[in-house]
């Protein structure tokens, strides 16, 4: 069973920059498509970012694009999410997710998460 640990969370101000790290478990990675979820409190958890397995397919919720970047490395399993002119409104618990396919669309697995809080 594939094993998803994220890092990269913290707290930062409003207009700042993080990085988010995804790292997989399992020799079949790159064979799937890779995904960022978010949860704030008292929401339901929402797409943010998905990557095919060749990273040559990326999308975004409306709400990050231009904001937001996904990428991967297949020779490490590691997933990315550059997050950059962050607002209030990104304050979330950021989780990612192994696609079903090699192409972007469903998801059938997370990961347990890092927070992310912005300050405005």
């Known amino acids: 069973q594939v094993q998803l640990v994220e890092s990269g969370g913290g707290l930062v101000q409003a207009g700042g920059s993080l990085r988010l790290s995804c790292a997989a478990s399992g020799r079949t990675f790159s064979a799937y498509a890779m995904g960022w979820f978010r949860q704030a409190p008292g929401k339901e958890r929402e797409f943010v970012a998905g990557?095919?397995?060749?990273?040559?397919?990326?999308n975004y919720a409306d709400s990050v694009k231009g904001r937001f970047t996904i990428s991967r490395d297949n020779a490490k399993n590691l997933v990315y999410l550059q997050m950059n002119s962050l607002k209030s409104e990104d304050t979330a618990v950021y989780s990612c997710?192994?696609?079903?396919?090699?192409?972007?669309?469903?998801?059938?697995?997370w990961g347990q998460g890092t927070q992310v809080t912005v300050n405005s």
């Open positions: 997710a192994k696609g079903k396919t090699a192409i972007v669309g469903l998801y059938d697995y």
């Open positions: 990557i095919s397995w060749n990273g040559g397919v990326t």
